[in-house]
């Protein structure tokens, strides 16, 4: 697609996502960075997201805690309490003032949650299940995470955590965000109830498919009910193994869950492609595909795993996907829809500086192109 005009580029044409006018279909995806310390966001991820903002583009922050007792991680941010509302409200503002759309995507981690620190060390931490989880390892199989055996949740206790999201929801919005996004995908505690693999309940929240779709849907109605339906996606990633995190028959619970979705009427459906195995293993002969999912529902539908600039392009142009959300290429080239209008070379990401705590380097340091005038 050298040389085109950029009308001519799928990824660069506008799009009306309900309310939404969007200048681009290009998605800064939610990224997990580590930098809020003691959960506050800070002043560094004004310069973060603000490098990544266009006029109409369309941003979905990392992954935020909803509670004070769903704290996985340190330096994730939470949003929560007042204060995170305060912390979040200037980037927030420094975002809109550039005329993006920014989701804050709501985040418990459920058994997937390193808690060496306060205030839960030595707590374990809640699931559908009492199965502990593997350890995170890297490429080189050097551990990053380990995580303690896991409390199974009676059924009574799971509607106060739909509650939880209810109120992180309007807290988002009370600091400024646009929307929310349920993150459902990649082995946190959403889908530690969606996926066979690991729920291994017998109540009304495990075993058939309807059942272990239950909670998801009622944390859904739960936060649409509260900020509006037209504020609110979900991101799904049933075709993966993450965090061990299987399902007997991705293909169906896709189907399900996307067409479930259309009671509530929310905005979008964000989905992981099947490809994407785990957050590192991707397989480009997979035959497997999102079609169905994009066919059943109908808002929004997002796409993410594994996308450079052509195959976006090609998801768009035949109507596979309204948009296309970029992870690591967005995270290490800031200019990413410029570079993309313009076919230009990519920076490298940084793996070993993803999460690190400090507040510029493998940050806010990647370089833009070079502006000539």
Not at 206 to 214: F, H, I, Q, T, Y
Not at 236 to 265: H, I, R, T
Not at 342 to 354: I, M, S, Y
Request: charged share 25%; proline share 7%.
């Amino acid at each position: 697609m050298e040389g085109q005009e950029r009308d001519q580029i799928p990824l660069l044409t506008h799009y009306k996502m309900g309310n939404f006018h969007l200048a681009h279909r290009i998605v800064l995806a939610p990224l997990t960075r580590f930098r809020s310390y003691d959960s506050l966001p800070q002043p560094h991820a004004i310069l973060y997201y603000t490098q990544r903002t266009t006029k109409g583009g369309f941003l979905i922050s990392e992954a935020a805690i909803i509670s004070h007792a769903a704290q996985g991680f340190k330096n994730a941010p939470g949003i929560w309490s007042k204060e995170h509302i305060d912390a979040w409200k200037p980037i927030v503002e420094a975002v809109h003032a550039k005329g993006g759309i920014f989701f804050c995507q709501l985040w418990h981690p459920g058994r997937a949650s390193e808690q060496s620190f306060e205030p839960n060390a030595g707590q374990p931490p809640v699931s559908s299940t009492d199965k502990p989880c593997s350890p995170m390892v890297d490429n080189s199989g050097k551990v990053l995470f380990e995580f303690l055996p896991p409390r199974r949740l009676n059924s009574d206790e799971i509607p106060a955590l739909a509650n939880d999201f209810r109120i992180a929801a309007r807290n988002a919005m009370e600091a400024g965000f646009d929307g929310v996004e349920i993150h459902a995908a990649h082995g946190c505690l959403v889908e530690q109830f969606l996926k066979d693999e690991v729920n291994d309940r017998t109540d009304k929240y495990g075993g058939s498919l309807e059942n272990r779709c239950r909670f998801p849907l009622e944390l859904i109605e739960s936060v649409a009910s509260e900020i509006g339906a037209d504020k609110v996606g979900i991101r799904l990633s049933p075709f993966a193994n993450y965090m061990d995190s299987g399902d007997s028959n991705p293909e169906a619970l896709g189907l399900y869950m996307a067409g479930s979705l259309n009671k509530y009427g929310i905005l979008y459906c964000h989905m992981v492609e099947p490809r994407m195995k785990t957050a590192e293993e991707r397989s480009d002969e997979c035959a497997l595909s999102l079609g169905p999912m994009r066919q059943a529902f109908n808002g929004t539908f997002i796409v993410a795993g594994g996308y450079e600039r052509e195959d976006g392009n090609n998801a768009v142009a035949k109507k596979n996907a309204d948009l296309v959300a970029y992870g690591r290429p967005f995270l290490a080239n800031p200019d990413l829809p410029k570079r993309f209008e313009l076919d230009a070379p990519l920076n490298k990401h940084k793996r070993d500086t993803f999460y690190t705590q400090d507040p510029v380097v493998g940050y806010t340091d990647y370089p833009f192109l070079e502006r000539t005038n």
